[in-house]
């Protein structure tokens, strides 16, 4: 069965656009985050844990390390220590992802379309 290309706006496939939408929305919400936590020393950094598919989740063991300012050597928040079971449920949500989702069934040429916007609007 052969399926149609997606449609074309402006030059560039609509998934695709809506695709880079998604990633920059994700990414500016956590260049936000690090923007406000260090813009002052007195703000903590929020303590989230690992984003694994699509969700913030504890690590595994449930460790986690100081983030110390060098300035004031004040303990001023707490990342996950992240293990190598972590990485593998990381991993393995990945390759799901790709497997179930449009990237996969798209050709390398669709894929740099969509990695060129993207780096457009990052510029």
Known sequence: MHTSPPPIKHGVPTSTTLEAEVLLTRRSTLLQDFQLASSSMALPIPERGLFINGKWVQPVRGKYLDVVSPATEAV????????????????????AAHKRGIWARKTGKERSVVLRALAQKVR
């Open 76 to 95: 001023i928040g707490r990342i996950p220590a992240g293990t190598q079971e972590d990485v593998e449920a990381a991993v393995a949500a990945a390759v």
